[in-house]
Every structure is written in C-alpha cells, then in structure tokens.
C-alpha cells in the first residue's frame, strides 16, 4: 500500500522558517511527480509547488516563489519544502501528493495524498 507521511509543521513566528518532510513507503516514487498543496480553513485546496522525476522541473506558485524551495531525495523516497520568509497567510494544512506523469499543478489530478502537517504562522 503506497502511503506518503508529512512532517515538520508546527507554529513559527513571522519571518521564521520551516522544513516539511514527505516520507514515501509502499513503492518507489521517483519517476513520480511530487508536489506540495495547502488548504486554509474555509479555503479551497491550493498548489504550493512541484517537482518532477528528476528533479530539473521545479514549479512554484507566485505567492511563494522566492521563499519555499521544493527538493526531493530519490534514494531516500523523500521531498521536502523549505520554507523561509514565513508569512501569517501561509498558515494551512499542508499536503504532499504523487502523479505519475506529466507533471500539473491541479490538484485532482494527483493519484497519491498524505494526511497533511498544520503550518500555523503567529504574527
């Protein structure tokens, strides 16, 4: 059973950082695209960022861009999203979740989701 878990959220103050974890078991997904996706209370599913198999395609959406950085470590299974520059409307559920290919940034195209780790952001 493939299953993906998130880790690393917590509350930070504005300005701080944090690193989310996605531990992939159950399969190998590195020719998966991975991708980050958020959703606030009372607020639709948003996308955050991707990455594809290899790693050379990066996307971002603009109200994070220049501040998350979106990685993935095959060998171990793993993605990852650093966040700096941390803003009180980032604070969200946030979700990783797997396509087998092409890579899309639309949520309901995603095969694979993990329960999520809340960010809280105090200003």
């Known amino acids: 059973q493939a299953q993906l878990v998130e880790s690393g959220g917590g509350l930070v103050q504005a300005g701080g950082s944090l690193r989310l974890s996605c531990a992939a078991s159950g399969r190998t997904f590195s020719s998966y695209t991975m991708a980050w996706f958020r959703q606030a209370p009372g607020k639709e599913r948003e996308f955050v960022a991707l990455i594809n198999w290899s790693g050379g395609i990066t996307r971002y959406a603009d109200s994070v861009k220049g501040r998350f950085t979106i990685s993935r470590d095959s060998a171990k299974n793993t993605v990852y999203l650093q966040m700096n520059s941390l803003k009180p409307e980032d604070t969200a559920v946030y979700y990783c979740?797997?396509?087998?290919?092409?890579?899309?940034?639309?949520?309901?195209?995603?095969?694979?989701w993990g329960r999520g780790t809340q960010v809280t952001v105090s200003s």
């Open positions: 979740a797997a396509r087998s290919t092409p890579y899309t940034t639309r949520w309901q195209d995603f095969d694979y």
